[in-house]
């Protein structure tokens, strides 16, 4: 059954060797950032890993085919097709995508699911889904919550944004079981900004720490993976004070439009970067780099561990 999955010889090789492989999502590329930027974003963020001594795997469906590890075409097809003709999965979406033969975009639970499938330990993002706001009248959770208590990857993201309602996913992931470790400082960060005013429920300095605590989450049987938020660099950060009203602007003007269910995040990202004049993408590009570094060093210590 596992004839439905797709290799590049770069992943390919480093599986059958043990090598240190960091798995990439597609969402940010087709729904979380506008053409050309999400292009030149997604090859240096795979140029960072190889720097880092680690391999690369951006993963998609395409055709109905589960890449794991994108060709130059594909790559170039997804970030240049537009939003309504790649579908947005999660884990309710990819088998029916494959068994449709279309072509789509993994959300941070569907590469999830992907990683697994193919060995893959660590996987880096910019942000992850969670409780949106109002969520006690729309339901609108983020099934990537869900996922992280399911599926044991290492997700290293740059925490969760204030679009977000932040109390409550820290909530969510709690009863759910989810390790939420902030790197290197005691706050959750947010995302744009390093600072979220909320306390993280755990704290890791040390990239080879986080390695072993996947390493004795598996030994202890205990299903799910982690959530390693990294903060933005300083010297890319948009302050709190200041990324804060023009997420309250862009909540407004999506609940004047009424949009629902999945366009709302992509909705609010687009909206954000219009009213920062692009500067939320440079950060989010810088964040995402950030992340690829850090779980270009998570994934060699887990391949240490594993000898
Ligand atoms: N956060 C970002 N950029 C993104 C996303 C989140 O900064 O592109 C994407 C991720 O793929 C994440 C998904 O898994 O949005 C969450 O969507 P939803 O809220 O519909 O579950």
Same mark, same amino acid.
């Given at each position: 059954? /596992?004839?439905?999955?797709?290799?590049?010889?770069?992943?390919? @090789?480093?599986?059958? =060797?043990?090598?240190?492989?960091?798995?990439?999502?597609?969402?940010?590329?087709?729904?979380?950032?506008?053409?050309?930027?999400?292009?030149?974003?997604?090859?240096?963020?795979?140029?960072?890993?190889?720097?880092? %001594?680690?391999?690369?795997?951006?993963?998609?469906?395409?055709?109905?085919?589960?890449?794991?590890?994108?060709?130059?075409?594909?790559?170039?097809?997804?970030?240049?097709?537009?939003?309504?003709?790649?579908?947005?999965? +999660?884990?309710?979406?990819?088998?029916?995508?494959?068994?449709?033969?279309?072509?789509?975009?993994?959300?941070?639970?569907?590469?999830?699911?992907?990683?697994?499938?193919?060995?893959?330990?660590?996987?880096?993002?910019?942000?992850?889904?969670?409780?949106?706001?109002?969520? @006690?009248?729309?339901?609108?959770? +983020?099934?990537?919550?869900?996922?992280? =208590?399911?599926?044991?990857?290492?997700?290293?993201?740059?925490?969760?944004?204030?679009?977000?309602?932040?109390? /409550?996913?820290?909530?969510?992931?709690?009863?759910?079981?989810?390790?939420?470790?902030?790197? %290197?400082?005691?706050?959750?960060?947010?995302?744009? =900004?390093?600072?979220?005013?909320?306390?993280?429920?755990?704290?890791?300095?040390?990239?080879?720490?986080?390695?072993?605590?996947?390493?004795?989450?598996?030994?202890? /049987?205990?299903?799910?993976?982690?959530?390693?938020?990294?903060?933005?660099?300083?010297?890319?950060?948009?302050?709190?004070?200041?990324?804060?009203?023009?997420?309250?602007?862009?909540?407004?003007?999506?609940?004047?439009?009424?949009?629902?269910?999945?366009?709302?995040?992509?909705?609010?990202?687009?909206?954000?970067?219009?009213?920062?004049?692009?500067? =939320?993408?440079?950060?989010?590009?810088?964040?995402?780099?950030?992340?690829?570094?850090?779980?270009?060093?998570?994934?060699?210590?887990?391949?240490?561990?594993?000898?």
């Amino acid at each position: 059954m /596992k004839d439905f999955i797709d290799y590049t010889p770069e992943v390919a @090789e480093a599986r059958a =060797s043990g090598a240190p492989i960091v798995a990439l999502e597609s969402t940010i590329i087709t729904h979380g950032m506008p053409y050309p930027q999400n292009l030149e974003m997604a090859r240096r963020v795979e140029a960072e890993i190889r720097n880092h %001594g680690a391999v690369p795997a951006t993963i998609a469906v395409i055709e109905g085919r589960i890449r794991i590890g994108l060709d130059e075409t594909a790559m170039e097809h997804l970030a240049n097709t537009s939003q309504s003709q790649v579908m947005k999965l +999660s884990r309710a979406d990819l088998a029916v995508c494959v068994a449709q033969g279309r072509t789509g975009a993994t959300t941070v639970a569907a590469t999830m699911i992907c990683a697994n499938l193919a060995g893959i330990e660590v996987f880096a993002t910019g942000g992850i889904g969670g409780v949106h706001r109002g969520a @006690e009248t729309s339901f609108d959770i +983020s099934a990537d919550l869900q996922e992280l =208590s399911q599926t044991p990857v290492t997700v290293v993201c740059a925490g969760a944004k204030a679009i977000l309602d932040l109390p /409550k996913t820290l909530e969510v992931l709690e009863t759910l079981g989810v390790p939420v470790i902030s790197f %290197g400082q005691d706050q959750l960060p947010a995302f744009w =900004s390093r600072e979220s005013g909320l306390r993280a429920p755990l704290r890791m300095d040390d990239p080879g720490q986080i390695a072993r605590a996947a390493a004795i989450r598996a030994a202890l /049987k205990l299903p799910g993976g982690q959530l390693v938020a990294n903060p933005i660099p300083t010297n890319a950060e948009i302050p709190r004070a200041t990324i804060g009203p023009i997420v309250e602007q862009a909540l407004a003007d999506a609940a004047r439009h009424r949009i629902a269910a999945k366009a709302v995040t992509p909705y609010l990202l687009q909206r954000i970067f219009e009213l920062t004049d692009g500067a =939320s993408l440079t950060a989010n590009i810088e964040l995402v780099m950030n992340n690829a570094r850090l779980g270009a060093k998570i994934a060699l210590e887990a391949a240490a561990l594993r000898g």
